[in-house]
């Protein structure tokens, strides 16, 4: 069996939460249309006078913008970061 470096390791960190994040904002996005569309939805057939919901739907969006501008966009740059300073933090545990 052989050795896992360092760098292998926090390579497949780094591909296994981008694709955890990936599927976590898939899955933000969904909801957020279902959520965003039922809310259309009792809008228009309750209260028609004042179209309220777009106020959560822009609210939500921002939710998910947000969830992708840093979970998927700058996941990896985050990511690095984290993994360094744990890097640096065991290194002084160990000296």
Known sequence: MSQVT???????ERLLASREGGRGLMIHAMITVVIVVALAVVNV??????????????????????????????????????QNEVERKARQLAA
């Open 6 to 12: 360092l760098e292998q390791y926090k390579a497949e």
């Open 45 to 82: 057939f309750v209260a028609s006078e004042f179209p309220w919901s777009v106020f959560p739907a822009i609210g939500m969006g921002l939710g998910v913008w947000f969830h992708w501008y840093f979970g998927v966009h700058r996941g990896e740059e985050l990511m690095i970061r984290h």
